[in-house]
C-alpha cells in the first residue's frame, strides 16, 4: 500500500494500528538510518562529538587496569609508593575523561534538538502542502501530537541514546578483547552469556515497537479530541458538556497510560532479565576466578583487572539492553512522522505547470462532475459555466446545492473526477498553483483570522503591503471606523481566531484583506452574512467597487444582493437548472423566482432592500 493511500485511510483508531502494523513490518534498521540522516548537516559537531566518544571509552578501559593494579598492589605487592603512583593515574584519567564527556553529552544533546527542531520544521512545512482530502481524513489535534509528541521521543534517541550505544559497544568490544588478553579460559565463560541475550532483545525489541506505536497512536487519538473540545469550548459549555469532555479525553488518556504501562513493563522484563544474564556471568567467572587463584593459576591482580573488566562488560550490556529499548519505543515514533514526510500531496504542480504572468481572470466549467470521496454522492453534476474577465457570477440555490464547492473547485482545493475547470483557458491542472491562487481572493462566510493584530491580519493578503495600503484597505472594506474606536487602533490585538472581534467585524477585516490582495478574480460566499442592514449596505458598496474590472464568483443566501449580477446561476442538487439576468430569471417564472418569492415572505425587510 502506497503511503498516500495509506494517508488517506479512515482515522478510525482501530483501523490505524492495523495499519501501522504494516509500517512496522518495513526494516527498522532502515528508518534508522533515515532518521540519522538528519544529522548530515551537522556532520562536524557529530564526528568532534564521536571523537570524544572514542576517547571516553578508551580512557573506560584504562581504569580497570588501573584498579586491578592497585588490588595487586595492595594484596599482593604490598607498595605504598606504587599505590601512590597507580591512584594518580587513576585521578588523572578520571580528569581528562570528564573533560570529553562534557563534550560529548553537549555536542550529541545539541544534535539530538537540532534534528527534532529540523524534523518539526519539516513536519509542519509538509502539512501546509497537503490537500484537503488529508485534512479529512486525519484529526488536526492527532497531527499536532505527532508533530511535538512523537517527534519529542527522538530527541533522547539521537541525543543520548546514539552515544549510549556507542560507548556502551566500544567499552563491549574493548572489554572483551581485554578480557581474553588477561584470561582466555575465563573469557569463554563471560560469552556464554551472549546468544541468550542477542534472542531476548530481538524478541522484545518487536514487542516493545509495537506497544510504543500502539500509545502513540492512542494518544495522538486523544489529543485530537482534546483539541476539538478546546476549540469548540463555547458549544462545549453551552451544552454543558464539560464532564462528557473530560470523560472522552479520560478514556482516550487512560487507554494510551495503559499501552505506555505494558510497553514499560516489556521494557522492565527485557532490562532485568538482561541485567540478570550479565551479573549472573559475573558471580559465575568470580567463582572460576577464585578457584584459579586458590590453584595460583592466575595472579590475584590479574582476578582483579579480570574482574573489573568484566564489571564494565556486564555494565555496558545492561546499559545497552535500555538503549534497545528506547531505539524501539523511538522507532515506533519515528514511523508515523516517517508516514507523513512521505505523503504526497494529492494535488500539486505538474512538472511543466505554466505560471500565470498576467491573469485576465476567465473562468470555465466544462462537464464538470465531483464528489468528495469515491464512496460519496456526486456533489457537483455535468456542470458548465463560463464567466468572462470581468463579469460578475452569482451561484444560488437551496443549502447543500453544492454551491461552496464550486468555489473549492476553482480554487483547487479539490480536482474534478470528469470534465475540466479553467482559468484563462488553462486545465487548473496545468497551472502552477501558487499563481493560480495568488490570481484569486476569497472571503468566506466564516472567515478565519489568526491571533495577531488587526493590522498583521489585514496584511495577510499581501505581505508587502505599507500601513497606509492597509489602512486604505480598511477604508474601502468599512473596517475603518470600528477599528479606530478600539484603544490600540491598528495594533489592536484580536485574539485567536479573531474572537475578540464581533462576526461581522471579523468579515470587514476578512474583506479588506481580499482589497489588499486586488486579486484578478473575486471569491464572495456570503461575504456579507453576518452584517446588519446598514453595514451590509456599506460593505455592499464597497465590493462593488471592489469588483470593478475583477471576475467575481458570489455565492449567496440572500438574492437582494445579486439583483445586479450580469449572471445568476441557480443549482439543484449540483447541477445547473436556470442561469441568466435577474430580470430574465424572473420572467421565466422557475426556480429562481420562487427562490426570490419563498425569500421576500420569509424577509420582508430584506427583499425589499
Ligand atoms: N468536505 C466534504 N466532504 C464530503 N461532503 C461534503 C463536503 N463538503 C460538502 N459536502 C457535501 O456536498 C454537498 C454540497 O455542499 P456545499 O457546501 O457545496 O453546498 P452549499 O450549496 O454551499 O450549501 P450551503 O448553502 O448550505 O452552504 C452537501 O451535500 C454536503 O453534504
Known amino acids: 500500500m502506497s503511503a498516500e493511500k495509506r494517508a488517506q485511510s479512515p482515522s478510525s483508531g482501530g483501523g490505524k494500528i492495523e495499519e501501522h502494523a504494516k509500517v512496522d513490518k518495513e526494516k527498522p534498521w532502515r528508518r534508522l538510518v533515515r532518521l540519522f540522516r538528519y544529522t548530515r548537516p551537522y556532520r562536524a559537531r557529530l564526528v568532534i562529538a564521536i571523537v570524544s566518544l572514542l576517547v571516553g571509552a578508551g580512557l573506560g578501559l584504562v ?104 560507548r556502551n559497544i566500544l567499552t563491549l568490544i574493548g572489554g572483551v578483547t581485554m578480557l581474553l588478553v588477561v584470561s582466555p579460559k575465563l573469557t569463554g565463560t563471560v560469552l ?86 550479565a551479573f549472573g556471568a559475573v558471580a559465575g567467572i568470580f567463582w572460576l576466578g577464585g578457584h584459579m587463584v586458590i590453584d595460583g593459576r592466575i595472579a590475584p591482580d590479574e582476578l582483579g583487572k579480570f574482574f573489573m573488566y568484566t564489571l564494565a562488560v556486564a555494565g555496558a550490556v545492561g546499559s545497552l539492553a535500555g538503549v534497545v529499548g528506547s531505539y524501539n519505543q523511538a522507532l515506533g515514533a519515528t514511523a508515523r512522522l516517517f508516514e507523513i514526510l512521505d505523503s504526497e500531496p494529492e494535488i500539486q504542480d505538474a512538472p511543466d505547470a505554466i505560471a500565470l504572468a498576467e491573469p485576465r481572470g476567465e ?28 463579469q460578475v457570477c452569482a451561484l444560488v440555490g437551496s443549502s447543500g446545492s453544492g454551491k461552496t464547492t464550486v468555489g473549492r473547485l476553482l480554487l483547487r482545493f479539490w480536482d474534478p473526477q470528469q470534465g475540466r475547470v479553467t482559468f484563462d483557458g488553462h486545465d487548473l491542472r496545468e497551472l502552477e498553483l501558487a499563481s493560480l491562487r495568488g490570481a484569486m481572493a476569497e472571503v468566506s462566510q466564516d472567515p478565519v483570522l489568526f491571533s495577531g493584530s488587526i493590522r498583521d491580519n489585514v496584511r495577510y493578503g499581501r505581505l508587502d503591503a505599507s500601513d497606509e495600503e492597509i489602512e486604505a484597505a480598511a477604508q474601502a472594506a468599512n473596517a475603518d471606523g470600528f477599528v479606530r474606536e478600539f484603544p490600540d487602533g491598528y495594533d489592536t490585538i484580536i485574539g485567536e481566531r479573531g474572537v475578540k472581534l464581533s462576526g461581522g467585524q471579523r468579515q470587514r477585516l476578512a474583506i479588506a484583506r481580499a482589497i489588499l490582495r486586488d486579486p484578478k478574480v473575486l471569491l464572495l460566499d456570503e461575504a456579507t452574512s453576518a452584517l446588519d442592514s446598514e453595514s451590509e449596505h456599506l460593505v455592499q458598496a464597497a465590493l462593488e467597487r471592489l469588483q470593478e474590472g475583477r471576475t467575481t464568483l458570489v455565492i449567496a443566501h440572500r438574492l437582494s444582493t445579486i439583483r445586479d449580477a450580469d449572471r445568476i446561476v441557480v443549482l439543484d442538487h449540483g447541477a445547473i437548472v436556470e442561469s441568466g439576468t435577474h430580470a430574465e430569471l424572473m420572467g421565466r417564472g422557475g426556480a429562481y423566482s420562487r427562490l426570490v418569492a419563498r425569500q421576500a415572505a420569509l424577509e420582508p425587510d430584506r427583499a425589499a432592500s
Open 63 to 166: 581504569y580497570p587496569w588501573y584498579f586491578g593494579e592497585l588490588l595487586g598492589d595492595a594484596f599482593a605487592e604490598q607498595s605504598t609508593a606504587s599505590l601512590n603512583k597507580n591512584t594518580l593515574i587513576l585521578i588523572t584519567t578520571f580528569g581528562i575523561g570528564s573533560v570529553f564527556v562534557f563534550i560529548r553529552h553537549y555536542l550529541m544533546s545539541w544534535l539530538g534538538e537540532r534534528v527534532v527542531a529540523d524534523l518539526r520544521l519539516e513536519v509542519h512545512r509538509h502539512l501546509l502542502r497537503m490537500t484537503q482530502r488529508y485534512f479529512h481524513d486525519n484529526r488536526t489535534g492527532e497531527l499536532l501530537s505527532r508533530q511535538s509528541d512523537d517527534a519529542t521521543r527522538l530527541q533522547s534517541v539521537i541525543g543520548q541514546d546514539l552515544s549510549l550505544a556507542l
Open 192 to 277: 556464554l552469556v551472549v546468544p541468550p541475550l542477542v534472542i531476548a532483545a530481538n524478541l522484545w525489541g518487536r514487542i516493545i515497537r509495537k506497544l510504543a506505536r500502539q500509545a502513540q497512536d492512542q494518544l495522538a487519538q486523544a489529543s485530537g479530541q482534546l483539541q476539538e473540545g478546546l476549540s469548540a469550548v463555547d458549544t462545549v459549555q453551552s451544552f454543558t458538556r464539560e464532564d462528557h469532555e473530560a470523560g472522552n479525553y479520560g478514556q482516550g488518556i487512560e487507554r494510551a497510560f495503559k499501552l505506555f504501562v505494558k510497553q514499560i513493563r516489556a521494557r522492565s522484563w527485557f532490562m532485568s532479565v538482561s541485567s540478570f544474564l
Open 363 to 390: 473562468i470555465g466549467f466544462e462537464g464538470v462532475t465531483f464528489a468528495y470521496g469515491d464512496r460519496d454522492l456526486e456533489v457537483i453534476r455535468d456542470f458548465d459555466l463560463r464567466i468572462a474577465p470581468g
